[in-house]
């Protein structure tokens, strides 16, 4: 724990100007970032006695180790570098909004020559139109159904698309009349294009000149006696009108906004938004975040308001936004907003009428998901809690193990070697930490000996980090040297420059663990022990979980560690063991299929797919391009003479290929036969014994 005056800043160097300071720890991670009107007077608040500060925020400040600011000239830039920066160095100690759940939302894909209704979550891609959030995927496709037939706009996949385009025929929508078949020509690009456009100005609440239209067209072709064609426009309107019954109006006068509300105690705090547009409810949504620091309901909404809109502009932005509490000062952040949308903005508490009303709805249902949430996260706290507590029990470790980081070994009989780690911390998996190894140590198969060198590779960068950071006196320790020892993800330039990161960005291995877990028994387990001992680290915890009898062994220990089949702590170290299994297996099939793909033109420099596939197009087989000329080469196109010098100069030097096998009649195949099968099965083509051997496979 820091002494916060023992990295404080003098008051005559803090500027009496606007600006964003940041927190780091002693690992230069950040850990909070914040915005001040005034520097000076801010930051000068949080290094008062720490009696008097609120217990997260006393919390903050004795886990930092410095701070730092940057001077901005106005408030509304300080608003818009902290939402850049919380964004980029995800700090521990801010306000993070957590979605309770993935919603989807309904998406039109404009950026693409024939747009497509689909169903999308997750992040927003330029050039798509999106409607929604929508609490259910099938709300979306119940509405995207009944639309389909006055606007009958593509929802196929690409692959779907293609083959309809190759084989002349549309998909069962086209010809039941909910698809205009641009696959096959019956509409012009423009003009689907045109129809896609009219369906996002329906979903955006334009919806009165579609109606007015169509009834104008039933009344005519009544008149002109074509019946059937006004019975199918009198369906179209009642499917349009279904459609809009499906969302009520609940403000009138087509009101575009958006109300946002707050439920919060203590400890933690739920935002419910709801979408209005047109009037009608379009889509709602919900956040929870833990109060990390004392906040007011103010800034609560202003965080809120960074989230929803730091990533959108234009209409995504509505003319209007209904709060519970302004933030303080008011003026940046409505400047903020007006800026994203390009026009202004209004940010108010609703105080009477609809909208009142509507605002009370939307409270009872954060407080509705508050009450939710913490029944949810009471149970799952309290049985993580525990089990930390019994591993840290049954390893005898000083306290639990809130960083718990894995490993695991796998191969198809001593082939691809590769291994993984996977990363858990607070019982919860962070998988933006996991990590993969390729063994580049030796050859063959020996788990013992891989785990030794994976370990090893892992705390070298974590001593070169500590090294780098200047943790420790120069000469304390020299094995910091990972210059010959790349990942196989990452250069020795990338792995470098990762290292020099200064901006308190997550590093690739700058932070150890309390606990390292090997799948294996007692010999992985001394191998991992040996590698940390090797490199002086004597403060790191290891043990191994073996799956047989699902034992805990300890280094240097006879008898291994039995948790009850009950324990929570071995459910938790269980579920590691099988995640850091799933990862490497993962990339070791991954490695196999690519090697079992590889093909002689690989080893052609500078040669690149297109060019790969335009040379076996022309002469239909390897062995026939092998025994060709160079001339003969260089009538492909986007083939020089150079390049077909190099092609015919490689195929001279590399020895001759396996025979490759037909893995489902064990015959031998030549060259032809194995591109055909390959191309109609789809299925890679093994040179030696099919690979059918999952039980071999670790």
């Known amino acids: 724990m ?15 100007s606007p600006g964003v300071y940041r927190f780091r720890d002693e690992h230069r991670r950040v850990i909070y970032v914040g915005k001040a009107k005034s520097l000076r007077q801010r930051l000068a608040n949080y290094f008062q006695d720490l009696a008097g500060l609120h217990p997260r925020t006393r919390t903050m400040v004795t886990t930092a180790a410095s701070v730092e600011w940057t001077v901005v000239s106005t408030e509304v830039e300080a608003l818009q570098l902290e939402y850049s920066w919380i964004k980029e160095y995800d700090p521990r100690f801010n306000v993070k909004y957590r979605d309770d759940k993935s919603y989807p939302y309904l998406a039109v894909t404009m950026n693409e020559e024939y747009p497509r209704v689909q169903v999308m ?3 927003k891609k330029k050039g798509v139109r999106y409607f929604g959030p929508y609490a259910h995927a099938w709300a979306i496709r119940d509405t995207v159904d009944l639309l389909l037939r006055v606007f009958p706009v593509r929802t196929c996949s ?25 696959c096959v020509g019956r509409v012009s690009a423009e003009d689907h294009r045109e129809l896609a456009e009219e369906f996002c100005d329906f979903m955006t609440g334009r919806t009165g000149t579609y109606l007015r239209r169509l009834e104008q067209q039933m009344v005519e072709a009544a008149d002109e006696m074509e019946y059937e064609r006004a019975a199918r426009l009198r369906d179209d309107i009642e499917a349009l009108k279904k459609a809009m019954e499906k969302n009520a109006v609940v403000l009138a006068d087509a009101t ?118 913490k029944t949810k996260r009471a149970s799952d706290l309290t049985t993580r809690s525990r089990a930390l507590e019994e591993i840290a029990d049954a390893l005898d470790l000083d306290s639990a193990p809130l960083r718990v980081e894995c490993y695991d ?24 930490e996991y990590r993969r190894f390729q063994i580049k140590g030796f050859e063959g198969q020996d788990d013992v000996r891989s785990m030794h060198e994976v370990i090893t590779r892992r705390f070298k960068r974590y001593l ?47 932070y150890p663990p309390q606990l390292v877990v090997v799948d294996g028994g007692q010999p992985q387990v001394a191998a991992a022990q040996r590698a940390l001992d090797e490199l002086g680290i004597d403060d790191i915890a290891v043990c ?55 093909s002689p033109l690989d080893d052609v420099p500078g040669l690149g797919e297109t060019r790969k596939q335009a040379l076996i197009k022309h002469f239909g087989s390897v062995k026939k391009l092998r025994s060709a000329t160079i001339d003969q080469i260089c009538e492909v ?29 064990g015959e031998i195949m030549d060259d032809e036969e194995t591109e055909t099968t390959a191309e109609t099965s789809g299925e890679p083509v093994s040179a030696g014994a099919p690979d059918e051997r999952r039980g071999q496979e670790r």
């Open 2 to 16: 820091a002494d916060p005056s023992s990295y404080r800043p003098k008051p005559g160097q803090i500027p009496d």
């Open 121 to 123: 979550r997750g992040h």
């Open 409 to 432: 070994i796998s191969h198809l009989q001593g082939d691809d070697v590769v291994a993984s780690m996977v990363v858990f911390e607070d019982g919860l998996a962070r998988k933006s």
């Open 256 to 373: 575009d906004a958006d109300l946002i509300a707050v439920a919060e105690d203590e400890l933690e705090a739920a935002v419910q938004i709801f979408h209005v547009r047109g009037g009608r409810v379009r889509g709602q949504r919900g956040w929870v975040t833990d109060k990390v620091e004392e906040i007011t309901t103010g800034a609560l909404v202003e965080h809120a308001l960074q989230q929803l809109y730091g990533e959108e502009t234009g209409d995504a932005v509505p003319k209007e936004v209904l709060v519970p509490a302004l933030p303080d000062p008011l003026e940046p952040v409505q400047e903020w907003l007006s800026g994203r949308r390009g026009s202004n903005v209004s940010l108010r508490i609703p105080q009477r009428g609809d909208k009142r009303a509507l605002m009370e709805t939307v409270e009872r249902n954060a407080q509705q998901a508050l009450v939710l949430h």
């Open 158 to 182: 690409a692959g779907v698309f293609k083959n309809a385009s190759r084989t002349g025929r549309p998909c069962l929508l086209g010809y039941i009349g909910k698809c205009s078949a641009p």
């Open 637 to 665: 196109p986007g083939i020089g003479r150079k390049t077909a010098e190099t092609i015919a100069a490689t195929f001279a030097q590399a020895a001759p290929a396996a025979p490759a096998v037909n893995t489902a009649t």
């Open 464 to 510: 070169a980090e500590k090294e780098r950071t200047g943790e420790w006196a120069d000469g304390e320790n020299d094995l910091a040297d990972t210059s010959s020892d790349p990942l196989t993800t990452t250069s020795p330039e990338a792995l470098t420059n990762g290292l020099k990161d200064d901006e308190g960005r997550p590093k690739r291995f700058a």
């Open 544 to 598: 191994g979980l073996a799956k047989r009898l699902e034992e805990v062994w300890l280094p240097g220990e006879d008898d291994p560690v039995v948790l009850p089949r009950t324990s929570e702590g071995l459910y938790l170290l269980q579920r590691v063991r099988d995640e850091a299994h799933r990862f490497a297996i993962t990339y070791q099939r991954s490695k196999r299929a690519k090697r079992f793909r590889s």
